[in-house]
């Protein structure tokens, strides 16, 4: 089955430079790779996906890319805020309304 | 807020007890999806139903149970509950077809259980 592994596990950045995460997936049917933001105790927010038809996606300060032959996307967060602090997951899934597989997420905290 | 809504918000219980989780999916949303995430743990697939009817499972245990109802709000069932399923307990719904291409989930806030 799909496997979606992401790293790095925790990233420290100082505010305002920029935060890169980054996926690999297994399985090359995966067409859609959704980015999740979590807070403590709180649930998971999409802020961001990409679709396998497209390379690149940008969202204000959010951006991420994929590139399908190497099977691996990014997230990229620029002028980090220190309301950027929090969980981020990756995820991965397949046509037809299919569940997600997860990333291991990666813990991101923003130093004032 | 999501427009996926979840309860009860916490639930506290003693081993060996059953315990149900409720989840309602946004309007028009006909997937629902159950997810498990234990303390500092990543996100584990459950199961989802259809419009009524189970599709997929995942890493579900033979002691959990689910079902969509016809109002498509869903339910799943913990029982013979042991110390290491305390975990906080999601459900996301999906708007998409069986069909469709894309899987865009909305998250509910999630269920804490807490099995003493």
């Known amino acids: 089955g799909e496997n979606v592994e992401q790293h790095p596990s925790t990233l420290s950045v100082q505010e305002g430079d920029s935060a890169v995460i980054k996926c690999t997936y297994s399985?090359?049917?995966?067409?859609?790779f959704p980015w999740y933001k979590q807070e403590l105790g709180k649930r998971p927010q999409l802020i961001i996906d990409?679709?396998?038809?497209?390379g690149e996606k940008k969202d204000q300060r959010i951006a991420v890319t994929l590139n399908k032959t190497a099977k691996h996307f990014s997230l990229h967060i620029t002028e980090t805020q220190p309301e950027d602090s929090a969980v981020y997951f990756c995820a991965a899934s397949k046509p037809g309304a299919q569940k997600l597989v997860f990333g291991q997420g990666t813990r991101l905290t923003i130093n004032p | 807020d999501s427009g996926v809504t979840q309860t009860p918000k916490h639930l506290i219980t003693a081993t060996g007890q059953r315990v149900t989780l409720r989840c309602s999916p946004r309007s028009g949303d006909l997937s629902v999806y159950w997810y498990q995430q234990s303390l500092d743990q990543g996100l584990q697939f459950l199961i989802q139903y259809y419009n009524g009817e189970e599709r997929a499972k995942g890493n579900i245990l033979e002691r959990f149970s689910a079902q969509q109802f016809p109002d498509l709000h869903s339910e799943l069932n913990l029982s013979s509950l042991e110390l290491g399923d305390s975990a906080l307990y999601f459900c996301?719904?999906?708007?998409?077809?069986?069909?469709?291409?894309?899987?865009?989930?909305?998250f509910g806030p999630g269920t804490r259980l807490t099995v003493l």
């Open positions: 996301a719904s999906s708007s998409q077809l069986a069909g469709a291409s894309y899987n865009e989930q909305f």
């Open positions: 399985d090359s049917a995966s067409n859609y």
């Open positions: 990409i679709r396998s038809n497209v």
